[in-house]
């Protein structure tokens, strides 16, 4: 921290921090060539996109759009609207709707858990269509609430017409989109996320495999989904931890289903390989101390309200430097967790992050005469400022 003049005290102050050496620069490879329509590399934790090529392009995304489906369907039980033990009837609709199936049966019932499980391992689109209506009353109400998710997820170039991803010329997502919504259903379920690392279920006395081939090949991969049609080709969302390290990878139109499994691969190697994560700052540590004007203390202490974490090619995490510049003037009052300035992060001249500086404890008015003292030196030193 550099030193301060006790004018800087009252004027906007910037303390330039160094943050913590860590490996060595190491040369980056360039990424791999993936054969695909669009794939996205994301770092999980802070949703930061490491690769990307045609990641906003709008696409079929085939059985990928059950992610949504699924998503909504633990959002209602967490909410307490539905729940896993609810059984469902099965309607005709349901059990006619084509392409892969779970093979649960008209006007039977089957639980709310099973048809989870029948849809995230088994893709089956009756029983995503059985979810859609338990849950909406039909699967164009779904639809609606999907919308509704995707919009509130920030997936700016997606749109669902049906809850299984049946080819529709409306019905559309992007690598980035799906990246997104996996994010969210890893961080805001991790116990119903844990259904996506099951390989196989039996139901209808039949075993079915879990289709993402990386749950044999990669020990890392917990996830998520496959999808496949002639327009969409062959499409895979992936994620894997490793040293505490969460990568998502979203691959659209692979040419068979080895090959999404095989270009899915080479984005999490890469990304593993050449990447790595740290957490600089934690929420709640002193950072710095700014000056306070007309308070009990002279000073409060300055940190952040959240993680600073970065993801970033190995060897430039020693390289970078955080500026934190405090609000002029800290007049008490001040209330724990009121915002008095920012903290950025460069690489360079580039700003990589920006977080606001937040008071750690409360600073009380100052007696009459502290407070009638600071007005005066406020007055002086505006005069000369």
């Known amino acids: 921290m550099k030193n301060k003049s006790f004018f800087q005290g009252f004027a906007l102050i910037t303390l330039l921090v160094t943050l913590p050496s860590v490996w060595a620069a190491q040369a980056i490879p360039a990424?791999?060539?993936?054969?695909?329509?669009?794939?996205?590399?994301?770092?999980?934790?802070?949703?930061?996109?490491?690769?990307?090529?045609?990641?906003?392009?709008?696409?079929?995304?085939?059985?990928?759009t059950k992610l949504m489906t699924t998503y909504i369907a633990t959002l209602e039980i967490n909410k307490g609207r539905i729940k896993e033990s609810d059984l469902v009837t099965v309607s005709e609709r349901a059990w006619r709707t084509g392409g892969s199936r779970m093979f649960i049966q008209v006007n039977t019932q089957v639980s709310v858990n099973d048809l989870l499980h029948g849809v995230i391992i088994q893709s089956g689109n009756d029983a995503s269509v059985a979810l859609a209506e338990h849950i909406a009353g039909s699967e164009d109400a779904f639809a609606d609430l999907m919308n509704k998710s995707a919009q509130r997820?920030?997936?700016?170039?997606?749109?669902?017409?049906?809850?299984?991803?049946?080819?529709?010329?409306?019905?559309?997502?992007?690598?980035?989109?799906?990246?997104?919504?996996?994010?969210?259903?890893?961080?805001?379920?991790?116990?119903?996320?844990?259904?996506?690392?099951?390989?196989?279920?039996?139901?209808?006395?039949?075993?079915?495999?879990?289709?993402?081939?990386?749950?044999?090949?990669?020990?890392?991969?917990?996830?998520?989904?496959?999808?496949?049609?002639?327009?969409?080709?062959?499409?895979?969302?992936?994620?894997?931890q490793r040293e505490g390290m969460r990568l998502i990878a979203a691959v659209f139109g692979a040419a068979s289903e080895q090959a999404r499994a095989a270009e899915t691969q080479k984005l999490l190697t890469y990304g593993f390989r050449f990447f790595e994560s740290r957490t600089f700052y934690r929420a709640g540590v002193e950072l710095a101390q700014a000056k306070v004007w007309k308070g009990s203390a002279d000073v409060v202490k300055a940190g952040l309200n959240q993680d600073l974490s970065f993801t970033l090619p190995r060897g430039q995490l020693d390289k970078l430097e955080a500026t934190m510049t405090f609000n002029a003037q800290l007049i008490a009052p001040i209330q724990k967790g009121d915002v008095i300035g920012k903290a950025e992060v460069k690489l360079g001249d580039q700003v990589l992050r920006s977080a606001d500086l937040v008071a750690l404890d409360s600073v009380e008015e100052g007696g009459i005469f502290s407070r009638l003292w600071d007005t005066i030196r406020l007055f002086i030193f505006g005069l000369f400022n």
């Open 31 to 64: 990424p791999p060539q993936l054969a695909a329509k669009s794939y996205v590399l994301m770092d999980a934790s802070s949703g930061e996109i490491l690769l990307e090529s045609n990641g906003e392009e709008r696409l079929p995304p085939a059985s990928l």
């Open 153 to 240: 997820l920030g997936m700016q170039n997606s749109h669902f017409m049906n809850a299984t991803g049946l080819p529709h010329p409306e019905h559309y997502s992007s690598a980035l989109d799906m990246a997104k919504l996996a994010r969210a259903i890893i961080y805001e379920d991790p116990q119903h996320y844990a259904i996506y690392a099951q390989k196989e279920f039996f139901w209808n006395n039949i075993k079915q495999p879990n289709r993402n081939l990386l749950l044999w090949r990669d020990s890392t991969v917990d996830g998520l989904k496959t999808g496949h049609t002639a327009e969409a080709g062959y499409c895979l969302v992936a994620s894997a």
